[in-house]
């Protein structure tokens, strides 16, 4: 997939296009994103980055990065994604000027999306709006149930399942590998210290199974009670992994939680427990 800053930067030609930040490319975007690849035209993604809410002050907890929101897109079949700057002057533009900058000067014909999308200075630009401006408009419907807000409230509760059920595949957390307390070594379980940005949901503290880099994981999500920790930590031991991955992107999938964080009566209770946790992690089932 061609990623681009600018419109200017794509030729104009014969395009489909669907606009949104799609942030966790969930099931309701993927709805949107089958009809763009059915189109017949060259099938394009105009995005955000920063997210708007964040942009405008808002606070908002991301499903996934912009890296790995391209990387789902790219993995869907889409061809070319704009990946606008979202800036105050952005938040400013008349639908009108947006759709002359954004759309019309990358060739677009059809635009993709369902009846409630609003775009444009106080989200005055809907369907009927670009209808009037010359653009076929293709209108799909909302997957019920499904929306980022609820996504994120079962990712907060730790139900990984059922906010994989609205995904469309496993609740992921990503950061960059960083050095930890060790500690993992010397108990015979070694993990990998995630970083996740800053503005990433991190889901509800426990233990979860899951996977990364084509190996199950036992991943552990909070404060580590039972060595009196504070700070949060997000760490991974990946089952029958020898290398090194300081420094390292790792995106970890979290398929089941396996329960809440514990204080041990002993290091050695603690040890039996986490044997206990990979193997319940070898059983498990992705969603």
Same mark, same amino acid.
Do not use: C
């Given at each position: 997939?061609?990623?681009?800053?600018?419109?200017?930067?794509?030729?104009?030609?014969?395009?489909?296009?669907?606009?949104?930040?799609?942030?966790?490319?969930?099931?309701?975007h993927r709805r949107v994103l089958e009809t763009l690849l059915e189109s017949g035209s060259t099938p394009t993604v105009v995005t955000f980055d920063p997210h708007p809410r964040?942009?405008? $002050?808002?606070?908002?907890? +991301?499903?996934?990065?912009?890296?790995?929101? /391209? *990387?789902?897109?790219?993995?869907? &079949? !889409?061809?070319?994604?704009?990946?606008?700057?979202?800036?105050?002057?952005?938040?400013?533009?008349?639908?009108?000027?947006?759709?002359?900058?954004?759309?019309?000067?990358?060739?677009?014909?059809?635009?993709?999306?369902?009846?409630?999308?609003?775009?444009?200075?106080?989200?005055? $630009?809907?369907?009927?709006? +670009?209808?009037?401006?010359?653009?076929?408009? /293709? *209108?799909?419907?909302?997957?019920? &149930? !499904?929306?980022?807000?609820?996504?994120?409230?079962?990712?907060?509760?730790?139900?990984?399942?059922?906010?994989?059920?609205?995904l469309g595949r496993p609740v992921e957390v990503e950061g960059t590998v960083v050095a930890g307390d060790a500690r993992g070594g010397t108990l015979g379980f070694p993990t990998?210290?995630?970083?996740?940005?800053?503005?990433?949901?991190?889901?509800?503290?426990?233990?979860?199974?899951?996977?990364?880099?084509?190996?199950?994981?036992?991943?552990?999500?909070?404060?580590?009670?039972?060595y009196g920790g504070e700070e949060r930590r997000v760490e991974a031991f990946l089952l029958d992994y020898e290398g090194e991955l300081y420094g390292e992107r790792l995106v970890?999938?979290?398929?089941?939680?396996?329960?809440?964080?514990?204080?041990?009566?002993?290091?050695?209770?603690?040890?039996?427990?986490?044997?206990?946790?990979?193997?319940?992690?070898?059983?498990?089932?992705?969603?």
């Amino acid at each position: 997939m061609k990623v681009v800053h600018s419109p200017r930067e794509l030729v104009p030609r014969d395009r489909a296009v669907a606009i949104g930040s799609f942030d966790g490319v969930h099931l309701g975007h993927r709805r949107v994103l089958e009809t763009l690849l059915e189109s017949g035209s060259t099938p394009t993604v105009v995005t955000f980055d920063p997210h708007p809410r964040l942009a405008l $002050g808002y606070g908002v907890e +991301l499903l996934s990065t912009l890296e790995r929101r /391209l *990387e789902l897109l790219a993995e869907l &079949g !889409v061809a070319e994604t704009v990946v606008v700057e979202f800036t105050l002057d952005v938040a400013r533009l008349e639908p009108e000027e947006f759709a002359r900058e954004f759309l019309e000067a990358i060739g677009t014909r059809v635009i993709v999306a369902n009846d409630g999308f609003r775009f444009g200075r106080g989200r005055r $630009g809907d369907l009927s709006l +670009l209808r009037g401006l010359g653009f076929e408009v /293709l *209108e799909t419907p909302l997957v019920e &149930g !499904v929306s980022s807000t609820e996504i994120r409230r079962l990712i907060r509760d730790g139900d990984a399942r059922g906010a994989a059920r609205l995904l469309g595949r496993p609740v992921e957390v990503e950061g960059t590998v960083v050095a930890g307390d060790a500690r993992g070594g010397t108990l015979g379980f070694p993990t990998a210290n995630l970083a996740p940005p800053a503005n990433l949901l991190v889901p509800a503290y426990g233990i979860y199974a899951g996977a990364a880099l084509g190996h199950r994981a036992a991943v552990s999500i909070g404060t580590n009670p039972h060595y009196g920790g504070e700070e949060r930590r997000v760490e991974a031991f990946l089952l029958d992994y020898e290398g090194e991955l300081y420094g390292e992107r790792l995106v970890v999938e979290l398929w089941q939680r396996l329960r809440d964080e514990q204080v041990f009566a002993s290091e050695q209770a603690l040890i039996e427990r986490i044997a206990r946790d990979v193997e319940e992690t070898r059983r498990a089932t992705r969603p």
